[in-house]
């Protein structure tokens, strides 16, 4: 499987931005799907995941409420819309694909995306 992850860019805050992840291969419903995002200086941060099927989600509480993750698995690509961004919402954001089940997203990440910037200005 090999991810691309497109949409960053620039936006003030307060501004929506949408990522997406378009995933090659025909085995993206076997993985639960997730975006970590890393600030400069900082260690990689969990964001959001969803279940195979994408009836189930999991959010950072810093994001909780703001950020909606999604997956369509006819077109193999996982999305993260963003609202209300804030400053601290600057990073490279990162797609991932984990054999696990949502619960323990994380702890088998096979693939990774190349990372997009998004960058939120005051």
């Known amino acids: 499987v090999q991810l691309q992850a497109s949409g960053g860019g620039l936006v003030q805050a307060g501004g929506s931005l949408r990522l997406s992840c378009a995933a090659s291969?025909?085995?993206?419903?076997?993985?639960?799907m997730g975006w970590i995002r890393q600030a400069p200086g900082k260690e990689r941060e969990f964001v959001a995941a969803i279940s195979f099927s994408g009836g189930s989600s999991y959010y950072a509480d810093s994001v909780k409420g703001r950020f909606t993750i999604s997956r369509d698995n006819a077109k193999n690509t996982v999305y993260l819309q963003m609202n209300s961004l804030k400053p601290e919402d600057t990073a490279v954001y990162y797609c991932a694909a984990d054999r696990s089940y949502l619960g323990d997203f994380g702890s088998r990440i096979d693939y990774w995306g190349q990372g997009t910037q998004v960058t939120v200005s005051s």
């Open positions: 291969g025909r085995t993206f419903r076997s993985y639960t």
